[in-house]
């Protein structure tokens, strides 16, 4: 009954990009930057999740907008898995690529912001003894924002993530 209207197998492979790609990417921020397994994994689950969202609402929003040729090729690869481009998918995918990585980067950036806000004051150095750990057997996290390199840590995990989804859909496709 619902299987003519709701595509469930774009649906379904949806949700196997999504946790491929937070696993990738923590994995990979974790590694990169150096930082704790649950927070890295939350900043990836958080950022993939509102580049999924935004995504699908620019879908939306842009396909009703174009051509009815690029509309049937569009459709027809999202929900039939029917490619009649390689090139505009090529370019496309090039597009969603860079988008993604822009958009994970501000999304990051708006967590810790939004993070750092919601944490309690923080104690002053001079209230701090230097030779008394404030946690036992934990160092204590640096804030995610001034950790180096963060962009191009952003940047490897979404190639990575990116990569091996291209790999899923490839062997989806070919297979």
Same mark, same amino acid.
């Given at each position: 009954m619902?299987?003519?209207?709701?595509?469930?197998?774009?649906?379904?492979?949806?949700?196997?990009?999504?946790?491929?790609?937070?696993?990738i990417?923590?994995?990979?921020?974790?590694?990169? +930057?150096? *930082?704790?397994?649950?927070?890295? @994994?939350?900043?990836? =689950?958080?950022?993939?999740l509102? !580049? &999924? $969202?935004? /995504?699908?609402?620019?879908?939306?929003?842009?396909?009703?907008?174009?051509?009815?040729?690029?509309?049937?090729?569009?459709?027809?690869?999202?929900?039939?898995?029917?490619?009649?481009?390689?090139? +505009?998918? *090529?370019?496309?995918?090039?597009? @969603?690529?860079?988008? =993604?990585?822009?958009l994970?980067? !501000? &999304? $990051?950036? /708006?967590?810790?912001?939004?993070?750092?806000?919601?944490?309690?004051?923080?104690?002053?150095?001079?209230?701090?003894?230097?030779?008394?750990?404030?946690?036992?057997?934990?160092?204590?996290?640096?804030?995610?924002?001034?950790?180096?390199?963060?962009?191009?840590?952003?940047?490897?995990?979404?190639?990575?993530?990116?990569?091996?989804?291209?790999?899923?859909?490839?062997?989806?496709?070919?297979?």
């Amino acid at each position: 009954m619902f299987t003519d209207v709701l595509p469930l197998r774009a649906i379904l492979f949806q949700l196997l990009f999504i946790v491929l790609a937070i696993a990738i990417e923590a994995m990979v921020l974790q590694n990169y +930057l150096g *930082i704790g397994q649950k927070i890295c @994994i939350q900043y990836a =689950a958080t950022a993939n999740l509102v !580049v &999924t $969202i935004v /995504g699908w609402l620019i879908f939306f929003l842009v396909e009703p907008l174009l051509p009815v040729v690029l509309k049937v090729q569009l459709i027809g690869y999202v929900f039939y898995d029917r490619i009649s481009s390689p090139v +505009l998918l *090529i370019i496309l995918a090039f597009i @969603i690529f860079i988008s =993604a990585f822009l958009l994970k980067l !501000v &999304t $990051i950036e /708006g967590l810790d912001r939004i993070l750092d806000i919601n944490q309690p004051t923080r104690e002053t150095p001079d209230k701090i003894t230097p030779n008394k750990p404030r946690f036992k057997g934990r160092a204590q996290r640096q804030p995610f924002s001034e950790l180096p390199n963060r962009s191009l840590a952003i940047l490897w995990a979404n190639a990575a993530s990116f990569s091996a989804v291209t790999f899923v859909l490839a062997v989806r496709t070919y297979a």
